[in-house]
């Protein structure tokens, strides 16, 4: 009886990433199964020869045969044994492998384009680093649910309509909002043309990072159309495939531009800014309204008033953001305990701190640093 009979997707994933990694899968050998199980490994829809082709330039890259032994080694007796894995160690071995794959290999230098479809729980519900070393520029479009895309100088909670622009130096976290159950996106990976540059130059998050939110119903709906028909390409087998591609990847990006409001750019009142400045230089000390008022020489109503009128949220709403938005990158990039980290950002009580992050993101921060933590 064939050993994945029976078992759990991450099981049967495991066993077969195992015999494709050991080379015990044979070569261009994959049944319907196995292909629907390692589609849900990968999260998107890739066709065999997508598949077969992507595993290729993995076994073909320069630091396969390095990592190979040593993973092997570490999984031999918990995967490739009589018994099966079970649940715990097949989700850690398909994290561990999923972290070794030099993910820019999926660029084939022209337009890579598909779907993923994030479910919680599912063996695709993992986040992903990005180190500032993609070969090309990525372009994400989400559809259904919420992300989470973070690093030390921003975040962004990405919902339906969203669109993020990523440069090949980019550093970046993201992955499935921990509030959320599902995320579902349209990406597309690329090189620019070169009179591409007006239509890039969306609003900067950080370096390499830009968004666009589209909000108009019919507008949003175009540029999925758009996205998916890009997507569908890749099935075009004639030799205009690439230069359909750029076309219709070229007509996205200018409609994505049109939607970019007219004052994107337009400067922020300076007493507002000087209140942010202010209220990011003591996130870690207990301060009123009157002293952010005090440092930009204005009444504390006024300041109140000006705060909320431009930035959408009271003053005392957004410093909370912004302490929170501090302990989610201190969790994801620092060992303190949740004790010490509460007090960096100017919570007395840690119990206080989990309440408040539990209201926020619809998890506890120490169940946000297991999840959400590569």
Excluded at 17 to 34: E, F, I, M, R, T
Excluded at 330 to 340: A, G, K, P, R, T
Excluded at 366 to 373: C, I, L
Aim: charged fraction near 25%.
């Amino acid at each position: 009886m064939d050993k994945t009979t029976a078992l759990s997707q991450a099981q049967q994933a495991a066993i077969l990433c195992y015999q494709w990694y050991s080379g015990s899968l044979a070569q261009g050998v994959l049944a319907d199964d196995q292909l629907s199980v390692l589609k849900s490994f990968i999260g998107s829809s890739m066709s065999r020869a997508e598949m077969l082709k992507f595993g290729e330039r993995i076994r073909q890259s320069k630091d396969f045969a390095n990592k190979k032994g040593p993973l092997l080694e570490r999984w031999r007796h918990s995967i490739a044994s009589a018994q099966p894995p079970s649940e715990t160690e097949s989700l850690a071995f398909i994290q561990e492998l999923f972290n070794s794959f030099d993910h820019s290999l999926i660029y084939d230098h022209s337009v890579v384009a598909n779907t993923t479809h994030t479910v919680r729980g599912d063996i695709s519900d993992r986040d992903k680093t990005f180190s500032g070393d993609m070969p090309c520029w990525t372009l994400h479009l989400t559809t259904r649910g919420n992300a989470l895309f973070l690093n030390d100088q921003m975040e962004l909670e990405v919902k339906p309509g969203d669109m993020m622009l990523l440069q090949p130096e980019a550093q970046y976290h993201y992955g499935l909002h921990p509030a959320v159950d599902e995320w579902q996106h349209l990406w597309a990976l690329f090189q620019p043309r070169p009179h591409w540059g007006e239509w890039l130059n969306w609003r900067e998050l950080d370096k390499g990072i830009m968004h666009l939110s589209v909000q108009d119903p019919q507008q949003r709906q175009c540029l999925e159309q758009l996205f998916k028909s890009l997507i569908e390409l890749k099935d075009h087998l004639g030799p205009s495939r690439s230069d359909l591609q750029y076309n219709r990847l070229e007509e996205l990006l200018i409609r994505a531009k049109e939607n970019q409001p007219s004052d994107e750019y337009a400067q922020a009142d300076q007493r507002i800014a000087a209140a942010c400045q202010y209220i990011m230089r003591h996130l870690g000390h207990n301060f009123s309204v009157d002293d952010v008022a005090a440092a930009c020489n204005l009444s504390a109503s006024r300041i109140a008033h000006l705060f909320k009128q431009q930035m959408g949220m009271s003053l005392k709403a957004w410093s909370n953001n912004m302490r929170l938005q501090k302990v989610r990158k201190l969790l994801l990039n620092s060992n303190d305990s949740i004790s010490l980290i509460a007090r960096q950002v100017g919570y007395e009580d840690p119990a206080q701190l989990a309440k408040n992050f539990k209201k926020n993101m619809g998890c506890s921060p120490r169940e946000f640093r297991q999840s959400f933590r590569q």
